[in-house]
């Protein structure tokens, strides 16, 4: 079996950055390798978008079902980023005990340990009680809809009895990550010469208003807490309007990003949303609100026997506790709720904070703590005897 670190290697030296999210080549990669041990391999892609290519790889039969699911898409690097890499950002190198590269740890660290441990169980199939199944996604970086959604919604996924999603948890065990719901509002005025503003109607002038009754909703918001990810936001990320300074502006936009917690509904969100626009005084100017953009949240329990097991692996190998935490970033595991039929983790080396950044990096000691974990756990489930 290829070992861990020069199949993370390997891996990294395929880039897969999105956009444009061409995955072909790395999916040909994985698909080889695990088709090489006997798995069931097929590699779907939308119609939509066919070079978004993902990997499924099978081994065992019956129940209990395990999925491991790691994306295979990357950030890009722009010409900023790739002056600041002081390494080839695709040549992997190991400095420090470390692995350098684009997509070392999000999300290559996560996938060359599961692919490690499927390797594991597929070299003695007949022993194997129940199925594991290894996921290797397209789109993840852009939001998951032609990569993970796309396999769940269209039957590539079989319905699952635990799910461990592969991101950056410092191999912590994660129950619960934040949704988004972007949304941007437009408000209209009337432009005149600037000798006489009073005249005109000024869009920004309105849209102040409605940037600081934005911020009384922000405030707000930090009532609701939940136990693993905090509170919900709302920020204000852009601002745009007027065309010069002599003229009264007509047109003024922004962009809103807002966070939910587990447990918030999109809808009541929204309409959340729509009443500060509504309840702010703008008049004569108009105001509007739309274009909203729904990334959900997820959460899950670890009560199950599988999930429980997990927990143990983890603090076992490590000597610490396992969790649950929080993660702070989105993931693909919001797609994946319609097929799990127990529950979901995620779970990974290293920090997100490295991760979509110069010089991002892995462990090896962590890496191989991820890879020992996931095998104990396909030892204590899947070879029960
Ligand atoms: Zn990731």
């Given at each position: 079996m290829i070992g861990l670190v020069e199949l993370l290697q390997a891996l990294v030296r395929i880039p897969s950055p999105n956009p444009p999210g061409d995955t072909r080549a790395i999916a040909a990669y994985i698909a080889g390798v695990m088709r090489d041990a006997g798995c069931a391999v097929t590699t779907p892609s939308p119609e939509q978008k066919q070079e978004a290519v993902n990997v499924i790889a099978v081994v065992g039969s019956g129940d209990p079902v395990i999925m491991l699911h790691a994306h295979i898409d990357t950030v890009p690097i722009d010409a900023n980023e790739r002056m600041k890499w002081s390494t080839d950002p695709y040549a992997a190198v190991v400095q420090e005990s470390r692995v350098y590269g684009k997509g070392s740890v999000d999300d290559k660290a996560p996938l060359a340990s599961m692919m490690r441990a499927v390797l594991h169980a597929a070299e003695?199939?007949?022993?194997?009680r129940g199925t594991l199944v290894l996921v290797a996604a397209a789109e993840e970086e852009v939001g998951g809809r032609l990569g993970t959604r796309w396999l769940a919604d269209n039957g590539y996924l079989p319905q699952c009895d635990f799910i461990i999603v592969g991101e950056q948890t410092f191999n912590r065990v994660a129950t619960a990550h934040k949704g988004v719901m972007r949304a941007t509002i437009r408000t209209t005025g009337r432009s005149v010469h600037a000798t006489n503003p009073d005249r005109g109607v000024n869009a920004i002038t309105a849209m102040a208003r409605i940037v600081l009754a934005l911020e009384g909703y922000h405030r707000r918001l930090s009532e609701r807490v939940h136990p693993m990810v905090g509170v919900p936001t709302c920020n204000v990320g852009v601002i745009r309007g007027g065309s010069t300074a002599n003229a009264v502006p007509d047109t003024c936009e922004i962009f809103l990003d807002r966070r939910m917690i587990p447990g918030e509904n999109p809808e009541v969100v929204q309409q959340e949303m729509i009443e500060v626009v509504t309840s702010t005084a703008v008049d004569p100017a108009e105001a509007w609100i739309g274009d909203f953009l729904l990334s959900d949240w997820y959460s899950s329990t670890v009560d199950s026997p599988l999930a429980q097991s997990f927990l143990a692996c983890v603090r076992d190998e490590l000597g610490a506790e396992p969790g649950p935490v929080g993660y702070l970033p989105g993931s693909d595991a919001k797609h994946l709720k319609g097929i799990v039929r127990g529950e979901m983790v995620i779970f990974g080396p290293g920090s997100y904070e490295v991760a979509h950044g110069f010089d991002e990096y892995v462990e090896i000691a962590e890496l191989q703590a991820t890879a020992s974990i996931l095998r104990r756990f396909v030892d204590a489930t899947l070879f029960t005897g």
């Amino acid at each position: 079996m290829i070992g861990l670190v020069e199949l993370l290697q390997a891996l990294v030296r395929i880039p897969s950055p999105n956009p444009p999210g061409d995955t072909r080549a790395i999916a040909a990669y994985i698909a080889g390798v695990m088709r090489d041990a006997g798995c069931a391999v097929t590699t779907p892609s939308p119609e939509q978008k066919q070079e978004a290519v993902n990997v499924i790889a099978v081994v065992g039969s019956g129940d209990p079902v395990i999925m491991l699911h790691a994306h295979i898409d990357t950030v890009p690097i722009d010409a900023n980023e790739r002056m600041k890499w002081s390494t080839d950002p695709y040549a992997a190198v190991v400095q420090e005990s470390r692995v350098y590269g684009k997509g070392s740890v999000d999300d290559k660290a996560p996938l060359a340990s599961m692919m490690r441990a499927v390797l594991h169980a597929a070299e003695t199939p007949e022993a194997l009680r129940g199925t594991l199944v290894l996921v290797a996604a397209a789109e993840e970086e852009v939001g998951g809809r032609l990569g993970t959604r796309w396999l769940a919604d269209n039957g590539y996924l079989p319905q699952c009895d635990f799910i461990i999603v592969g991101e950056q948890t410092f191999n912590r065990v994660a129950t619960a990550h934040k949704g988004v719901m972007r949304a941007t509002i437009r408000t209209t005025g009337r432009s005149v010469h600037a000798t006489n503003p009073d005249r005109g109607v000024n869009a920004i002038t309105a849209m102040a208003r409605i940037v600081l009754a934005l911020e009384g909703y922000h405030r707000r918001l930090s009532e609701r807490v939940h136990p693993m990810v905090g509170v919900p936001t709302c920020n204000v990320g852009v601002i745009r309007g007027g065309s010069t300074a002599n003229a009264v502006p007509d047109t003024c936009e922004i962009f809103l990003d807002r966070r939910m917690i587990p447990g918030e509904n999109p809808e009541v969100v929204q309409q959340e949303m729509i009443e500060v626009v509504t309840s702010t005084a703008v008049d004569p100017a108009e105001a509007w609100i739309g274009d909203f953009l729904l990334s959900d949240w997820y959460s899950s329990t670890v009560d199950s026997p599988l999930a429980q097991s997990f927990l143990a692996c983890v603090r076992d190998e490590l000597g610490a506790e396992p969790g649950p935490v929080g993660y702070l970033p989105g993931s693909d595991a919001k797609h994946l709720k319609g097929i799990v039929r127990g529950e979901m983790v995620i779970f990974g080396p290293g920090s997100y904070e490295v991760a979509h950044g110069f010089d991002e990096y892995v462990e090896i000691a962590e890496l191989q703590a991820t890879a020992s974990i996931l095998r104990r756990f396909v030892d204590a489930t899947l070879f029960t005897g």
